[in-house]
Nanobody, 118 residues
């Protein structure tokens, strides 16, 4: 019923920037929290940043002051602006949203690969 589609991943050199987008579609009544997670090879999935409709954003310590999460409520879209990228940011990035359809549930995107070369 609900799909999250990410875009914007790719290969970038260290110090570069990328902007990820995630658009939610389907029978959506409202969306609560939207967030970005990432999973590097051999590691657990970790929270990168999250944003509620009316709250302040939360960031992992490793990305503070480099990444910015934002959302367009009218478009059901969340963005992640990633600056000053480092090789350790290399991972598959996943979008997450808590969606009311009206039954509330969490949904994940399919993931987008971000690779940062040194």
């Amino acid at each position: 019923q609900v799909q999250l589609v990410e875009s914007g991943g790719g290969l970038v050199q260290a110090g570069g920037s990328l902007r990820l987008s995630c658009a939610a579609s389907g029978r959506i009544i409202s969306i609560g929290v939207m967030a970005w997670y990432r999973q590097a090879p051999g590691k657990q999935r970790e929270l990168v940043a999250r944003l509620t409709t009316g709250g302040n954003p939360d960031y992992a310590d490793s990305v503070k002051d480099r990444f910015t999460i934002s959302r367009d409520i009218a478009k059901n879209t969340v963005y992640l602006q990633m600056n000053s990228l480092k090789p350790e940011d290399t991972a598959v990035y996943y979008c997450y949203a808590w969606v009311a359809t009206p039954r509330s549930a969490g949904y994940w995107g399919q993931g987008t690969q971000v690779t940062v070369s040194s």
